[in-house]
T-cell receptor
């Protein structure tokens, strides 16, 4: 059973526009949530990690929110660039301890066009 | 600088062949993971390890073995490769609880 659902599956925006990616999950417990960027055929690069019950983070043009009560997270990308074209993956960690493991969403494919 | 190095980066083998994928991390992380990534699926966990000599079964372990020989090295073994194992494989390492997570660049395996 899929425990991390991302939407939309794919998204096309014009350079300079803003976009919002969604992540809903059922992982319990939910210790932390991380957003990764994956360029086509490449490894994953961490963008941000959220930990608190209601958390917000900002990393340049990327900002993210987490609501653990709703088990929901968003990733906002402001003023998109062509280099933002990638797959964005939401990952939930279920422990803060040695027994923790990661649960991955299938990703949102973002395409930024000129 | 944190690093996870996978080798080979590309591999083609025949059905029934024997393949070993290697992963080395220099992050002093205890936890290492092997994932496969296929179109339409998120990364799926094959095996993971909490330290040298430790092995944990992931979500899609069938057809795979793994061995963690040292803190740095984690190997994924396909002893009788099948076309269904054609995929992009990623290795990752993490600090306890996932406070830091680093991924390798991936190994593309094709079983013909």
């Amino acid at each position: 059973k899929t425990q991390v659902e991302q939407s939309p599956q794919s998204l096309v925006v014009r350079q300079g526009e803003n976009c919002v990616l969604q992540c809903n999950y059922s992982v319990t417990p939910d210790n932390h949530l991380r957003w990764f960027k994956q360029d086509t055929g490449k490894g994953l690069v961490s963008l941000t990690v959220l930990v608190d019950q209601k958390d917000k983070t900002s990393n340049g043009r990327y900002s993210a929110t987490l609501d653990k009560d709703a088990k929901h997270s968003t990733l906002h990308i402001t003023a998109t660039l062509l280099d933002d074209t990638a797959t964005y993956i939401c990952v939930v960690g279920d422990r803060g301890s040695a027994l923790g493991r990661l649960h991955f969403g299938a990703g949102t494919q973002l395409i930024v066009i000129p | 600088e944190a690093a996870v190095t996978q080798s080979p980066r590309n591999k083609v083998t025949v059905t029934g062949g024997n393949v070993t994928l290697s992963c080395r991390q220099t992050n002093s992380h205890n936890y290492m993971y092997w994932y496969r990534q296929d179109t339409g699926h998120g990364l799926r966990l094959i095996h993971y390890s909490y330290g040298a000599g430790n092995l944990q079964i992931g979500d899609v372990p069938d057809g795979y073995k793994a061995t963690r020989t040292t803190q740095e090295d984690f190997f994924l073994l396909l002893e009788l490769a099948s076309p269904s194992q054609t995929s992009l494989y990623f290795c990752a390492s993490s600090a306890e609880g996932g406070a830091e997570v680093f991924f390798g660049k991936g190994t593309r395996l094709t079983v013909v």
